[in-house]
């Protein structure tokens, strides 16, 4: 963790121990369980996936939230906050900066790193990252905002805290039940997208030119659990609709809904809230549902908890997920590194702090950086000129590049992942040490600092062989 954040923590010392004791008795995560496992099963294996292949995607999609090394929140309770895996894996604003464009450019980034695998089991693995992220977006959003169903217009909840304000109800669907639909029908395109893309294969057909229509709050509804924190989708347009797409996908929804009960919670005043779903009674109510669809679906078998541990998927870490996405075997040798915003080139600064800047043009060994990859799957970018590895390093408030030290081989600080681009030349480059980007920053020679991600030109880099 950085010393930026580490600062800042220190100094909201009060607002998380009052956060901690909120949270004690009740850890939040994402969408729980029965989205992120059952679900995401049950739309993969829909789509056209295998069932084996709908099932690695959903342990991984669920074991994102089982492993201590990827989950959003441990420690005690789950009340301590992870608050690089919080935004690398769970869709929270990183610290406000990100907004919900930031946001949804990093789940497009997911979605790519999925495609771009040569592996197939690689590639269903980044999926399964991929939707628990698609499902968080839907999930961590302020949902008493205006706007709070745009696809990119909505107000995110932020690292460290999340949704703690709200505590576990943001991750139950009675809570915003249209939320929870669109999270469905996003996660169907996407789906049938990667089956085309991914695996080259056709999706179900009963999908063909499925377009997401959302829903609406069944206003008709009669039942003791309605409340403002507990309601249901509407599904009268079944009456006339009740064999398509759109009334399956919606049908899953209302009886995911149907399987929550309800009790009165304290830190919500004593009003009434969803309780966590029993995941037996849910899967044997959804599994109804799929059967009932079995002529437009095939065999829709949703599996056990236990086959889902049997997967193993529930020793994730950040580290093992980046491995995954291997540097290409060009990458060691000598190179200028130009940054695709400006078209400037990376220097060494000649100054007393060494600094990363640019140039317009090549200029000698300056410009010129080796690369080195390390056995894990990282790279380390040694200056010509010097023989000096770049490094993330505190300057002038900033976290920036420079040249200025010596470092250990296995200095963290060191180690940088190159992220190819999916249908162009360039690349990211994440630092191994927290998981964010390069960017160039300034105006004029500019220099380099270290931010969350986001989708522009100045994160992005070219690679020129000398």
Same mark, same amino acid.
């Given at each position: 963790? *950085?010393?930026?954040?580490?600062?800042?923590?220190?100094?909201?010392?009060?607002?998380?121990?009052?956060?901690?004791?909120?949270?004690?008795?009740?850890?939040?995560?994402?969408?729980?369980? =029965?989205?992120?496992?059952?679900?995401?099963?049950?739309?993969?294996?829909?789509?056209?996936?295998?069932?084996?292949?709908?099932?690695?995607?959903?342990?991984?999609?669920?074991?994102?939230?089982?492993?201590?090394?990827?989950?959003?929140?441990?420690?005690?309770?789950?009340?301590?906050?992870?608050? *690089?895996?919080?935004?690398?894996?769970?869709?929270?604003?990183?610290?406000?900066?990100?907004? !919900?464009?930031?946001?949804?450019?990093?789940?497009?980034?997911?979605?790519?790193?999925?495609?771009?695998?040569?592996?197939?089991?690689?590639?269903?693995?980044?999926?399964?990252?991929?939707?628990?992220?698609?499902?968080?977006?839907?999930?961590?959003?302020?949902?008493?905002?205006?706007?709070?169903?745009?696809?990119?217009?909505?107000?995110?909840?932020?690292?460290?805290?999340?949704?703690?304000?709200?505590?576990?109800?943001?991750?139950?669907?009675?809570?915003?039940?249209?939320?929870?639909?669109?999270?469905?029908?996003?996660?169907?395109?996407?789906?049938? =997208?990667?089956?085309?893309?991914?695996?080259?294969?056709?999706?179900? !057909?009963?999908?063909?030119?499925?377009?997401?229509?959302?829903?609406?709050?069944?206003?008709?509804?009669?039942?003791?659990?309605?409340?403002?924190?507990?309601?249901?989708?509407?599904?009268?347009?079944?009456?006339?609709?009740?064999?398509? !797409?759109?009334?399956?996908?919606?049908?899953?929804?209302?009886?995911?809904?149907?399987?929550?009960?309800?009790?009165?919670?304290?830190?919500?005043?004593?009003?009434?809230?969803?309780?966590?779903?029993?995941?037996?009674?849910?899967?044997?109510?959804?599994?109804?549902?799929?059967?009932?669809?079995?002529?437009?679906?095939?065999?829709?078998?949703?599996?056990?908890?236990?086959?889902?541990?049997?997967?193993?998927?529930?020793?994730?870490?950040?580290?093992?997920?980046?491995?995954?996405?291997?540097?290409?075997?060009?990458?060691?040798?000598?190179?200028?590194?130009?940054?695709?915003?400006?078209?400037?080139?990376?220097?060494?600064?000649?100054?007393?702090?060494?600094?990363?800047?640019?140039?317009?043009?090549?200029?000698?060994?300056?410009?010129?950086?080796?690369?080195?990859?390390?056995?894990?799957?990282?790279?380390?970018?040694?200056?010509?000129?010097?023989?000096?590895?770049?490094?993330?390093?505190?300057?002038?408030?900033?976290?920036?590049?420079?040249?200025?030290?010596?470092?250990?081989?296995?200095?963290?600080?060191?180690?940088?992942?190159?992220?190819?681009?999916?249908?162009?030349? =360039?690349?990211?480059?994440?630092?191994?040490?927290?998981?964010?980007?390069?960017?160039?920053?300034?105006?004029?020679?500019?220099?380099?600092?270290?931010? !969350?991600?986001?989708?522009?030109?100045?994160?992005?880099?070219?690679?020129?062989?000398?």
């Amino acid at each position: 963790m *950085n010393k930026g954040i580490l600062s800042k923590l220190r100094h909201s010392g009060f607002r998380i121990l009052l956060v901690t004791l909120m949270l004690v008795s009740k850890p939040a995560f994402a969408y729980q369980e =029965d989205t992120h496992f059952i679900m995401t099963f049950i739309l993969c294996r829909s789509a056209g996936f295998t069932q084996q292949e709908a099932l690695i995607v959903a342990a991984v999609d669920q074991g994102m939230d089982d492993s201590k090394g990827t989950v959003a929140n441990g420690g005690l309770g789950g009340s301590i906050p992870n608050i *690089n895996e919080e935004w690398l894996w769970h869709a929270l604003d990183m610290e406000g900066n990100m907004r !919900a464009g930031g946001i949804i450019g990093r789940k497009q980034e997911l979605f790519n790193l999925a495609l771009q695998q040569n592996d197939v089991l690689n590639k269903l693995i980044y999926l399964g990252v991929f939707f628990h992220y698609q499902q968080d977006t839907w999930a961590h959003r302020e949902h008493w905002n205006a706007g709070h169903l745009s696809m990119d217009g909505y107000t995110s909840y932020s690292t460290p805290f999340g949704h703690a304000k709200d505590m576990n109800q943001p991750d139950r669907p009675p809570f915003d039940p249209v939320c929870a639909l669109m999270c469905l029908e996003d996660g169907m395109q996407h789906a049938c =997208d990667f089956l085309r893309r991914g695996l080259g294969r056709e999706p179900n !057909a009963f999908f063909a030119g499925y377009q997401p229509q959302g829903g609406s709050i069944d206003s008709t509804w009669i039942s003791s659990k309605r409340g403002k924190f507990f309601n249901q989708i509407d599904i009268s347009f079944s009456k006339m609709d009740s064999t398509s !797409a759109r009334y399956y996908l919606t049908k899953l929804i209302r009886t995911q809904i149907d399987q929550y009960g309800i009790s009165a919670d304290l830190s919500h005043g004593l009003t009434k809230t969803a309780n966590q779903a029993d995941l037996k009674k849910m899967r044997d109510s959804l599994q109804k549902v799929c059967t009932a669809f079995s002529i437009q679906l095939g065999i829709v078998s949703i599996p056990t908890t236990v086959e889902k541990f049997a997967m193993q998927y529930n020793k994730l870490t950040s580290v093992g997920l980046f491995a995954l996405n291997k540097i290409p075997v060009m990458m060691p040798g000598e190179f200028y590194i130009k940054v695709k915003a400006s078209g400037r080139y990376l220097s060494k600064d000649t100054s007393a702090e060494k600094l990363i800047t640019t140039r317009d043009q090549p200029t000698g060994d300056l410009t010129v950086f080796i690369l080195e990859p390390q056995p894990d799957g990282t790279c380390r970018i040694r200056s010509k000129a010097d023989g000096i590895c770049l490094r993330l390093d505190a300057c002038d408030s900033r976290h920036c590049l420079n040249t200025n030290q010596q470092s250990d081989e296995d200095d963290p600080f060191t180690r940088f992942v190159f992220e190819k681009q999916l249908g162009d030349n =360039d690349y990211r480059i994440r630092l191994k040490a927290n998981g964010r980007y390069v960017e160039e920053i300034g105006s004029d020679t500019k220099i380099f600092s270290i931010v !969350a991600p986001v989708q522009n030109n100045v994160t992005r880099f070219v690679l020129e062989k000398k």
